[in-house]
């Protein structure tokens, strides 16, 4: 795709790319794509057409990897033409959201930054653009706008780019026919509503008569006369103003995924959720409570917008919105690790890039945890009064068929095994009365208070404290919720059996049966929601 010049007019005046120039800069089979990728060097991005939201795009640091990646994207969106393309390590994704109408008009409504992401999927969105040069996002603008003319684009769209800091320049991505999730950071900064633009410009409604379009422009609202977009004429500015953004918006999805496990996607029942908009905080959720999640949804269902007079504020306010949600359910969700995020020196300077959240995966961030010492004590009293409130439930129901229970039923002492951060622990827990327990271990006790919750939660009281503790069953461990925040007290694990983390579909394995598996090594591949 380097260089394409075999363009031409279509009858309407719109440029076009023919077929041929399209096919001959796309590859179509894994030799092809290797021989470019050797050409272009590695590392290279290996990236489906047809493809988006994650599908179908790799990195490629080697060339002993290329067929691998190759085929996945092949598979994972069938007879979609591939592109091979140089990585831009050190970049950011920058958007800009363009409005164009049936006349040939076309405008610039600021942009977007969507650098922080994992596995090319956005996690945190920004608006207006805060890193790139104004002079230089100017040009990216006017580059966007000439380029929804050049192709006759109507409607809303957003033309990506990526923007080097170091050097100050940017490069094309695409043109996305379509209006983004993250479209109402866009409408807090400008305010346009995008949803409602679209419709007056697919009635023909030319942008100058809609009334919000005029206000940015600072016209009449009510008004009829022609705006100069593109301010040509010097008497534009006495009679108009340049469009400019007010304040900053910051955007984070919330998805059913776990950070510690490297955002892997997982599905289940919703048991609560608690969220209140505020004045600058804004959300939506298309998951209710008693609600679930499937293997074959989208992993997101959540978003949250935070306004603030300038970048920081806007920050701030994200944080303590996101700091008084409460989820539960059967899911893990990236609430917690959003807050650890938002607050890291990175992102408050504004120096990440592209590759931050996939770096600090691989490092193994985690989440804000509860104490230890709070957490296997807190664990160890919860899963020892559900296995007695278990055995209780059992007795009773058997004194109401009318059997006699046996006496096992009514036992006050638990042991309770589990490993928390690498260490096994090794409980033996007395029930002492209705809500009393005393812990054991090595030696050592303690004594705990244990209160029911109406909605399925544990009060647990110690050292004068009372903290409220959830518990729920996870593919060989125990997922513990203490004061909102989430740890995993792991089962011991059996080295013959190889478990999914979440449910899916298998694509396929990756060693043949037989073969030696090393610590770490892929040994199959599953599809996972998005």
Partial sequence: ??????????????????????????????????????????????????????????????????????????????????????????SRHLEVQVLADQYGNAISLFGRDCSVQRRHQKIIEEAPVSIAKPETFERMEKAAVRLARLVGYVSAGTVEYLYTPADDKFYFLELNPRLQVEHPTTEMVSGVNLPAAQLLVSMGIPLHRI???????????????????????????????????????????????????????????MQSLNFRSSTNVWGYFSVSANGGLHEFADSQFGHIFAYGANREQARQSMVVALKEISIRGDFRTTVEYLVRLLEMPDFRSNAFTTAWLDRLISDHLTAERPDPELAVI?????????????????????????????????????????????????????????????????????????????DGGALVLLDGKSHACYTSAEVGATRLLINERTCLLEEEVDPTQLRSPSPGKLVRFLVDSGDHVKCGEAYAEIEVMK
């Fill in 1 to 90: 795709g380097d260089g394409i010049k075999d363009t031409f007019l279509n009858d309407l005046g719109h440029l076009e790319v023919p077929d041929n120039a399209y096919q001959e800069a796309t590859t179509h089979n894994m030799e092809q794509g290797l021989k470019q990728a050797l050409r272009i060097g590695f590392p290279v991005m290996v990236k489906a057409s047809e493809g988006g939201g994650g599908k179908g795009i790799r990195m490629v640091s080697k060339e002993t990897d290329f067929a691998s990646a190759f085929y996945q994207c092949q598979a994972e969106v069938p007879g979609s033409p591939i592109f091979i393309m140089k990585l831009a390590g050190e």
């Fill in 211 to 269: 009334r919000e379009i005029r206000h940015l422009y600072g016209m009449d609202p009510n008004g009829t006369s022609p705006i100069d977009f593109e301010f040509s004429s010097p008497q534009a500015i006495d009679v108009q103003r340049k469009p400019q953004p007010k304040g900053h918006v910051i955007a984070v999805r919330i998805t059913a995924e776990n950070p510690e496990a490297g955002f892997k996607p997982s599905s289940g029942m």
């Fill in 378 to 454: 807190c664990g160890a009293t919860c899963m020892a009064h559900n296995d007695s409130a278990r055995l209780l439930g059992e007795f009773k129901l058997a004194m109401d068929r009318g059997q006699a229970p046996n006496k096992a039923l009514l036992k006050t002492t638990f042991l309770v095994e589990f490993i928390y951060e690498g260490v096994r622990y090794r409980f033996i827990a007395n029930r002492t009365g209705p809500t009393g327990w005393i812990l054991y271990l090595n030696g050592s006790k303690v004594s705990v208070g244990v209160r029911a919750l109406s």
